[in-house]
């Protein structure tokens, strides 16, 4: 019997046992979801019209969230000819975790020991914790084990509640796509692990690099991130919020996808594409505008900060990665800290920036919402 695997197996059989527990004690359905709801069934079944209930508004915006992260993220780190299996099996596994503990973790913070009332958007949230998650486990691909996986989730996603719940509930931040809350806290805690956790003979093997099929399958992820990450962007805003959340989703990521083919070309010896700059920087753009996707900044401001990742991100693989590497021993297997974490905090200092530029004249009613962010900002 193999003790390792049988540790995993107990561990696994205990988190989902606990997890079940504390949901019979403080999880409920939401007035929404409940059946004494006014608005959760419909007409002919004795409540209000269907489209009263806020399912219809999330359910596709949910769907598509959650094939970006079982989907998208799992074939994504595939890349490595040895690790698929390990990369879709375990990205299935964290997050289905993730979600599960996030719905707890977050109504602890936001509900404290009452009653915590379950909905479509705790679905919704419960996808953007295990996203955080899963942007730590790209930079630990290929030197965990499954029982270290399991602990990286658990502890991520309490501070991962923590500090949305501090930064968006106690400041008043605004980071509608998670640029701040999601990706750049994910790919800097995973680097962190990284540093710690990594020995010389992880970093010096042979079997991180990637082979024809491998590139291919990693390819159908960033397909699927990049046709639903205008949902991601634009799942929690609303009306007109929502319509440039996913518009300038749309144009940034255009532009990331241009200049990542154009860099990756520049800047690769015989200027041949790269297929890890391909797969990777070509997303930077959803990733850089997130956290002020719902904000006027113009299709031509969409288009240059889409376009500025994408250059970013191609640069980090080509120049900031390896420079990190040599410099401090700071390995990155799915370059994280190239999609995730520079492109995280180019959104949020454009964020400060468009805040701070902000008037009357472009927002209308909703400048008072707006000069509130730009003195939470300052």
């Known amino acids: 019997m193999n003790l390792e695997k049988l540790k995993f197996a107990l561990t696994l059989l205990c988190v989902q046992v606990l997890i079940i527990v504390v949901f019979i004690q403080f999880v409920s359905y939401d007035s929404e979801a409940s059946a004494k709801g006014l608005s959760s069934v419909s007409s002919h079944r004795g409540g209000n019209d269907n489209k009263a209930n806020s ?7 949910f769907q598509d969230v959650h094939v970006m992260i079982f989907v998208g993220f799992g074939f ?16 299935m596994l964290i997050a289905a975790i993730a979600i599960q503990w996030s719905i707890l973790c977050r109504g ?19 996808d953007f914790a295990a996203g955080a998650v899963l942007i730590s486990f790209g930079a630990l691909l290929g030197v965990t084990n499954p029982l270290h996986l399991v602990t990286l989730c658990l502890i991520e996603v309490f501070l991962y509640a923590l500090n949305e719940y501090i930064g968006a509930t106690l400041f008043g931040a605004i980071d509608i796509g998670g640029s701040m809350w999601i990706h750049t806290f994910g790919a800097y805690f995973g680097l962190a692990l990284s540093l710690t956790m990594r020995r010389q003979k992880d970093i010096d093997t042979k079997n991180e690099g990637s082979s024809y099929n491998s590139d291919i399958f990693a390819m159908i992820g960033t397909i699927f991130l990049w046709l639903f990450w205008p949902s991601f962007n634009g799942a929690m805003a609303t009306g007109d919020d929502q319509h440039r959340a996913v518009i300038n989703t749309v144009l940034s990521l255009t532009g990331s996808c241009i200049f990542s083919f154009a860099a990756s070309s520049l800047m690769c010896p015989e200027n041949k594409f790269s297929m890890v700059h391909v797969q990777n920087a070509s997303l930077a753009g959803g990733v850089a505008v997130g ?14 900060i889409g376009s500025l990742a994408g250059l970013l991100s191609t640069a980090g693989y080509v120049y900031i990665s390896p420079f990190l590497q040599r410099k401090i021993g700071l390995h990155d297997t799915c370059g994280v800290h ?41």
């Open 55 to 61: 399912i219809t508004r999330f359910d596709s915006l």
């Open 108 to 126: 602890i913070f936001h509900h404290g020991l009452n009653t915590i009332p379950i909905n479509i958007e705790s679905l919704i949230n419960g």
């Open 338 to 378: 190239n999609l995730h974490g520079m492109p995280g905090v180019m959104a949020g200092f454009i964020g400060v920036i468009m805040a701070a530029i902000a008037t009357e004249d472009q927002y209308g009613n909703r400048f008072h919402f707006i000069k509130k962010l730009r003195f939470t900002f300052i």
């Open 291 to 304: 956290a002020i996707a719902d904000l006027m900044i113009q299709p031509f401001g969409a288009l240059l």
């Open 76 to 91: 994504l780190m595939t890349f490595l000819r040895k690790y698929g299996y390990s990369a879709v099996g375990y990205n």
